[in-house]
């Protein structure tokens, strides 16, 4: 492990270019915009209220899953892979934006889906073949089976004499957001008032382990709070603590214990659990829509949503303190969605 040298404490930005010699394969234009949110800051009296939009990247729609890939074909490329195998639903934001990222690469991309061979699901997943990918349907297995299919189908395709990379090492993916923590960082210092809270989706992991750990290289700026959208408290610290570490471990660079990081866990937003939505979620959906004109959909965006103006208009981040909401992307998935909604049609 790197120890603060006797000069002092480490520098968070020779700590970066530890992060920064990963081989990375550009894929994002930075910094995506900050912007913000006058609508809700007009409705709510209160300033300070700010959205980061790494929902507008200029590929395959953009999404958080976009950094993490700068990275996994960063390492692909050095490994000489030809093609990249990738697993997940028929609407994943993780497969779609492997297929479009694949294609600006030059690489090929197999992707297998725990879904269904049936119209539904191809529908759904229509813009991966768009994108060049061969897509797989194996049927609704869970991870387990999936990620067991996707390295068997990564064996037959060595057999046939080609170099597959498997896209999705947690830790690797995470350091796309240790870089969007600096990021944002500098963003925020050139407000008249830096922003002090920043609100994340809480699901696998990599996001935000990534820019907790990005955080802490900082010293700690932010206050930031996890909008639990996928698991129970325990699971998701557990999952979050298991990529952390690995950062840790992977660049040797130690930025002490998570538990001891600024980071708020915020349950009452999961509802019935993974892309079920809620009152509050479908009402922030459509409050992002008529206050912003900002699309948000179900499953990531829309309860991270509802936790944000939850914390704002309750109390949670004190009016004073400005603040700033992740748009993570997936907002492909909203057209697909529209039977889900209770006050629509
Ligand atoms: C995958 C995803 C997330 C969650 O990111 P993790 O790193 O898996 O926690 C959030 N928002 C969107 C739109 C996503 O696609």
Known sequence: MKQASLAGPSD????????????????????????????FERALGRPGLFIKRDDLMEIGLGGNKLRSLEFWLGAALRERADIVLVAGGATSN????????????????????NAED??????????????????????????EERGAATKAAAEELKRKGRAPYIVGDAVLGALGYVL???????????????????????????????????????GHPFQVHLVSVEYEKAELEDRIRLVHDGIGQRTGLSVGRLDQAPLHYHMG???????????????????????????????????????FLDLVVNGGIPPGE????????????????????????
């Open 94 to 113: 993780l497969c779609r934006l492997t297929a479009a990222a694949a294609s600006v690469a030059g690489l090929d991309c197999l992707i297998v889906h």
């Open 118 to 143: 049936s119209p539904a699901d191809r529908e759904r997943s229509f813009l991966n073949r768009l994108f060049g990918a061969e897509t797989r349907f194996i049927g609704p297995v869970g991870e």
């Open 180 to 218: 969007a923590a600096f990021e944002l960082h500098e963003q925020s210092q050139r407000e008249a008032t830096p922003l002090r809270h920043v609100v994340l989706a809480g699901s696998m992991g990599p996001t935000e382990a990534g820019f907790i750990f990005g955080n802490a290289m900082l």
């Open 269 to 307: 937003h999961l509802g019935g659990g993974w892309g079920v939505p809620t009152p509050e979620s479908e009402a922030a959906i459509i409050a992002f829509a008529r206050t912003e004109g900002i699309l948000v959909e179900h499953v990531y965006t829309a309860k991270t949503c509802a936790g």
């Open 12 to 39: 968070p930005m020779s700590d970066l270019q530890t992060i920064l010699r990963e081989p990375r394969y550009d894929l994002v234009t930075s910094p995506t915009p900050l912007r913000r949110l006058s609508g």
């Open 322 to 345: 400005p603040a700033c909401i992740i748009h993570t992307g997936g907002t492909a998935a909203l057209f697909s969605q529209r039977e889900q909604f209770r006050t629509l049609s």
